[in-house]
């Protein structure tokens, strides 16, 4: 599938397809209601992205730590920091059904050292979505999952991109 060659070439095919995905994605979800919900905040291109697409809509953002300008941290009620075992659960009460969209970019390097997160992650949103719920991935966190339907995402001839439609 990648078929780009230097670190820049992968770099580029990499984010090119996940704006092409978040793009469809947000045609997918336009017209109703839920927050989005972003699962690794990273350097903030990602959040700041979905913050222009659905300048309407909360946006909930997790990861252990936020090393981002001021400028791309999200409002600290949105904000949950810490290992995604104890904040995904710990928030998933407040926000049960309340998601329209969900992204997980927990893709690194090293994808032996991700291997258990793909196991776990989707479980751990499941909660948060609302019927009919869209979720993204760069890495396939809802392979397996019964009541996730697997979506053929658009742009991932470079680079691989995940969906599915849930509940």
């Known amino acids: 599938m990648t078929t780009?060659?230097?670190?820049?070439?992968?770099?580029?095919?990499?984010?090119?397809?996940?704006?092409?995905?978040?793009?469809?994605?947000?045609?997918?979800?336009?017209?109703?209601p839920g927050l989005v919900m972003e699962i690794g905040l990273g350097k903030g291109r990602t959040y700041d992205h979905l913050r222009h697409l659905f300048p309407p809509r909360d946006?909930?953002?997790?990861?252990?730590?936020?090393?981002?300008?001021?400028?791309l941290r999200p409002d600290e009620d949105r904000l949950l920091l810490g290992d995604f075992r104890d904040t995904l659960p710990a928030a998933a009460e407040r926000f049960h059904g309340a998601v329209r969209l969900a992204h997980a970019d927990i893709g690194?390097?090293?994808?032996?050292?991700?291997?258990?997160?793909?196991?776990?992650?989707g479980g751990l949103i499941e909660p948060f979505l609302a019927p009919g719920a869209l979720v993204l991935s760069d890495r396939p966190i809802g392979a397996g999952r019964?009541?996730?339907?697997?979506?053929?995402?658009?742009?991932?001839?470079?680079?691989?991109?995940?969906?599915?439609?849930?509940?």
């Open 4 to 32: 780009a060659h230097s670190t820049l070439d992968r770099m580029i095919d990499r984010l090119t397809t996940q704006r092409v995905a978040l793009g469809w994605a947000a045609g997918c979800v336009a017209g109703t």
């Open 59 to 71: 946006i909930l953002v997790f990861d252990m730590w936020a090393r981002v300008p001021a400028s």
């Open 108 to 121: 690194s390097a090293r994808e032996d050292a991700e291997d258990g997160i793909r196991q776990w992650i």
């Open 146 to 167: 019964r009541g996730w339907e697997a979506l053929d995402v658009p742009g991932t001839d470079r680079w691989a991109y995940h969906g599915w439609r849930v509940g």
